[in-house]
């Protein structure tokens, strides 16, 4: 039971780390390389949230 509860905390901390290092990849790109990519920060931060968590 306790290294089932540790494997799902390290699982967790595992998917925050992976979000928050996309999260901050997105939010460093400038206005310009969003238009290059034709992009938008909103749709791509929530893409990134639905890809980790579901």
């Not at 509860?5 to 967790?12: E, G, K």
């Not at 780390?17 to 790109?29: D, G, K, P």
């Amino acid at each position: 039971m306790f290294d089932n509860l540790v494997t799902r905390a390290r699982a967790s901390m595992a998917k925050r780390r992976h979000y928050n290092r996309l999260v901050a990849e997105i939010e460093n790109l400038s206005s310009r390389d969003l238009a290059d990519l034709r992009a938008d920060r909103s749709e791509m931060l929530y893409q990134v949230h639905k890809q980790i968590y579901g």
